[in-house]
Structures are given as C-alpha cells and as structure tokens.
C-alpha cells in the first residue's frame, strides 16, 4: 500500500511538471488529436523534468566549470532556469515552428537524454561568451541572460527561415554533439535516466535524423502553403 502511494505520488509531480497547454498546441499543427494524445501521455509517464535539472547541475560543474563557478557566484537556483525550458520542450524559447519542430524530431528519436544533452552542449559553445560578457553585471542580468540562452543563441529572421535552414540546424547539430559527447562518458547514462534505450546502428540512426528532418520540413511547407491559400480565397469573398 505503501509503494503503491509512493508511486501515485511520483506519478503525479510528473504530470504537473509539464506545461501541457503550451506542448499539446504546437503538437496539433502536425499530428491529429488522438496521437497529440498518446505523445502527451508518454511524457506525462516519465518525471523528465525532475531528473534532465538534477543530471544538468551534475554534469555542469566538470564538462563547463566557468558556467557552474557563474551560478555558484551569483547564487543561482539553475532549477529555475531549466524548468521553464524542459517543461514546455522549449517551446518557451523556440517561437519559430520550423525550427522547434526540427528541434523535436531529434528529441523524439533519442529520447529525452537528447534535453541533457542539448543543454550541456549549449552552455559549452556559449561558456566563453558569457564569461566575458557577464563578468561584471548583477545577479538579476546573469539570471536573465541565462534564462533566454537557447533562443538567443539560435536566433534568427522568422520571415527568411527557408534562406538559413541549414545554417541553423548545422548549429543545432554542433551544440547536441558537445553535449552528446560529455553524456557519453557517464555509464549507463540513458539507463539512469527513464530507462531509455535505443538499439539503431549509428548509421541507421543518422539516416533515420535525416529523414525526419525532411520530412517535418516537408509538412510544414504543405502547412504554410495550405494557410496560404486560405488566406488567398478568403480575401475574394
């Protein structure tokens, strides 16, 4: 009875972990209601939240120390910062959908070590820069430049998406693989974390990344194109 508590305890604090109003909108742009559902309900069965905060403040302090000694400095709770961007899949700082979606096809193919991963990645790739830049400032700007990190950092002109896709999603690339290769040296890393296993050859898997890409950049063109021509008959009547 105990452990059965325990359980519906743990159970809960993940459900109300997650910003599901912000998740389930941006899902239905692509998928219909009963597989929004169904994605929702998968996450919803993982404390993700919880456990990406508490592997990033691990991990944090040997693979970026410069980071780690500027929250230390400025007593940051780094949980308050992470929460935001986890809970919503990032949806809080990626406001262009094309490039969240590409964003989720890499979360969705290797499960949610992928938010650790990123996370790590983008604090190294921008460690230099933000000692530098954050040297001399108080508590509340080092707090806020830090909260809007990721979608300061893969910035660009929601009107000329299609001009810097590649350019973006080369850089999206470049911080997952920093990150990836920090997770890679902790054993057991995507056991530890939700049990999360994937047996795709890596070739397999890269071909798989590639093809997902296509494939949502595919749909949201037809998406666009669809809104346009609404659009285009609506101003006739």
């Not at 919880?50 to 400095?73: E, K, S």
């Amino acid at each position: 009875s105990q452990d059965r508590s325990l359980n519906n305890q743990t159970e809960m604090e993940s459900f109300l972990e997650w910003n599901f109003s912000s998740i389930c909108a941006h899902l239905l742009l692509l998928c219909n209601e009963e597989d929004s559902c169904w994605i929702l309900l998968q996450f919803a069965s993982l404390p993700v939240v919880h456990f990406c905060v508490d592997l990033v403040g691990q991990l944090l302090n040997t693979a970026c120390p410069p980071v780690a000694q500027l929250i230390r400095d400025h007593e940051i709770d780094l949980s308050h910062i992470l929460q935001p961007w986890f809970s919503t899949l990032f949806t809080s700082q990626f406001t262009n959908c094309h490039f969240l979606f590409a964003f989720w096809d890499i979360l969705f193919t290797e499960g949610p070590i992928f938010l650790v991963q990123f996370t790590i990645g983008l604090f190294i790739t921008e460690s230099q820069e933000l000692s530098l830049s954050l040297t001399d400032n108080d508590s509340a700007t080092v707090y806020n430049t830090l909260s809007e990190l990721p979608s300061k950092t893969l910035s660009f002109d929601d009107d000329h998406w299609w001009n810097v896709q590649e350019i973006m999603l080369n850089r999206l690339r470049l911080i997952w693989k920093s990150g990836k290769n920090v997770c890679n040296q902790v054993p057991n890393i995507s056991n530890l974390l939700f049990n999360y296993s994937k047996q795709a050859l890596p070739q397999e898997s890269q071909n798989n990344q590639a093809k997902h890409f296509k494939q949502t950049a595919l749909m949201m063109r037809l998406h666009d194109a669809i809104i346009a021509l609404k659009d285009h008959f609506q101003s006739y009547n």
